[in-house]
């Protein structure tokens, strides 16, 4: 059953895109028995400028609603710079449709199941391999 199984994404980096310290606080807490390296940034831009220097990110969680630019136009830009990379939408808002029509290869709905969580993110690490 996925609910116990343990994954471990050493080597890994996500870089999560979210304005809210207590969801960033509770996602990286959740992700941390994983192994994989946790980056945040607060907002599109940070998020879209980081994209443009030379770090191995494996996956984007972005949020939505952020300040500035939102989560749909950032990921528009950012595949405008690493056209493969993929990128989850990550959202309390039901989105999942304008987050695919952007480029994003999944979405997942806060708050979440911990094990869909992890399979979700677990079938795009297996993509890379």
């Known amino acids: 059953m996925t609910q116990n199984k343990n994954?471990?994404?050493?080597?890994?980096?996500?870089?999560?895109?979210?304005?809210?310290?207590?969801?960033?606080?509770?996602?990286?807490?959740?992700?941390?028995?994983?192994?994989?390296?946790?980056?945040?940034?607060?907002?599109?831009?940070?998020?879209?400028?980081?994209?443009?220097?030379?770090?191995?990110?494996?996956?984007?969680?972005?949020?939505l609603a952020m300040p500035g630019i939102d989560g749909l136009e950032t990921t528009k830009k950012i595949h405008e710079i690493i056209p493969n990379i993929p990128i989850l939408g990550f959202s309390a808002l039901d989105n999942k449709e304008e987050f695919i029509e952007v480029g994003a290869c999944g979405f997942i709905q806060k708050p979440f199941e911990v094990h869909d969580f992890f399979s979700i993110i677990d079938e795009q690490f297996q993509k890379q391999n």
């Open 7 to 63: 994954y471990n994404w050493q080597g890994k980096t996500i870089l999560i895109v979210e304005d809210n310290d207590i969801n960033f606080l509770l996602t990286k807490e959740i992700l941390l028995k994983t192994k994989v390296v946790c980056i945040r940034v607060k907002d599109g831009p940070s998020a879209i400028n980081l994209s443009q220097k030379n770090i191995n990110i494996n996956l984007i969680l972005m949020d």
